[in-house]
C-alpha cells in the first residue's frame, strides 16, 4: 500500500492498482473478507478495461487460481437513472450473481428489497446504494449510510461486479 502511494505520487497518473491477498490459506475452512473479494473484483474488472496501469501484486497471490473473464463480463451489470427496468428481473439478476437477500444491507454482496426500492452493496464501491424506482423505471440511484440508512449522494449511473469471485454454478 505505501508502494502504490508513492507510485501514484510520483507518476501522477492515479493508474497503480494493488491487487490484494484474499489472506487466507488453501485449506483454511473461512472465506475472504467481503470487502477483499470487493477490491479483487475491482481490481479484475479494471485490468479487463485494457487500460494502461501497474498493477502490484505479492508473489504469492500470484499462484492464486482467478476467476475466468467471461465470468466477470457475464455476471457484471450497468444501471442508469430512467432505464426501463423490471424489479423482479434485477433480483434474478443480482442472486445469479450471487448477491444475498437480506433484510438490511450491512455489507458487501448483499441486497435488501422494500416495496419500489432496491438496497443494494455493490462490489466495488466504497458506499451501498437505493435504487428508487417509478413503476419499471429506475427513478433515482443514490448513495447511503448503512448506520443511518440516510442517502445522500446521487448517481446517475451504476456498474455493479460479480458479488463471488469465483461461479459457483455446474
Known sequence: EILEGQLDFFGGTGQTLLFPD?????YDIFS??????SRRLSVLARLLENTPTLTIVALPTLF??????????ANSLSLAS???LNIADLQAQLVASGYTRV????????????G??????PMG????????????????????????QLSDQRLEQLSMLPAREF????
Open 82 to 84: 430512467g432505464q426501463a
Open 22 to 26: 484474499p489472506e487466507t490459506l488453501a
Open 32 to 37: 475472504p473478507h467481503q470487502d477483499l473479494v
Open 167 to 170: 461461479p459457483t454454478t455446474p
Open 103 to 114: 433484510n438490511q444491507v450491512s455489507q458487501h454482496g448483499e441486497f435488501a428489497r422494500r
Open 125 to 148: 464501491c466504497e458506499l451501498p446504494v437505493r435504487i428508487d424506482f417509478f413503476d419499471a423505471e429506475i427513478d433515482s440511484i443514490r448513495c447511503f449510510d448503512p448506520d443511518t
Open 64 to 73: 492464486q487460481r482467478l476467476p475466468p473473464k467471461p465470468y466477470i463480463t
Open 116 to 121: 419500489s426500492l432496491i438496497d443494494l452493496f
